[in-house]
């Protein structure tokens, strides 16, 4: 079965920044698109980013555009989210995702099948 493991979660400063991996196994990592979307207390869960199977195509989220850079390594079958320039805004439970089918990317959470555990962001102002 397909698992998901993140990791690099954790407490920065606003200005700072935190780069979260994650690790797959369970199917042929390059194969699929991954993202990473996030939960903030009392809201709904919502995407950040997206990156096709092989890398070179990605989508971001307005609110993190500029800031955050997801990229991909095939060989380690590990998915990054570099954040940069955190704002007491980006805390929230970061989630990576697979899809269920399909290496293109998409912002549509139906379109994921697999979800990691989370790993917890927060900002401090």
């Known amino acids: 079965q397909v698992q998901l493991v993140e990791s690099g979660g954790g407490l920065v400063q606003a200005g700072g920044s935190l780069r979260l991996s994650c690790k797959a196994s369970?199917?042929?990592?390059?194969?699929?698109?991954m993202g990473w979307f996030r939960q903030a207390p009392g809201k709904e869960r919502e995407f950040v980013a997206a990156?096709?199977?092989?890398?070179?195509?990605?989508y971001y989220a307005d609110s993190v555009k500029g800031r955050f850079t997801i990229s991909r390594d095939n060989a380690k079958n590990t998915v990054y989210l570099q954040m940069n320039s955190l704002k007491s805004e980006d805390t929230a439970v970061y989630y990576c995702a697979q899809k269920k089918y399909g290496g293109n990317w998409s912002a549509d959470q139906g379109e994921y099948g697999y979800w990691g555990q989370g790993t917890q962001v927060t900002v401090s102002s």
């Open positions: 990156i096709n199977w092989s890398g070179k195509s990605t």
């Open positions: 369970g199917r042929t990592f390059s194969y699929y698109a």
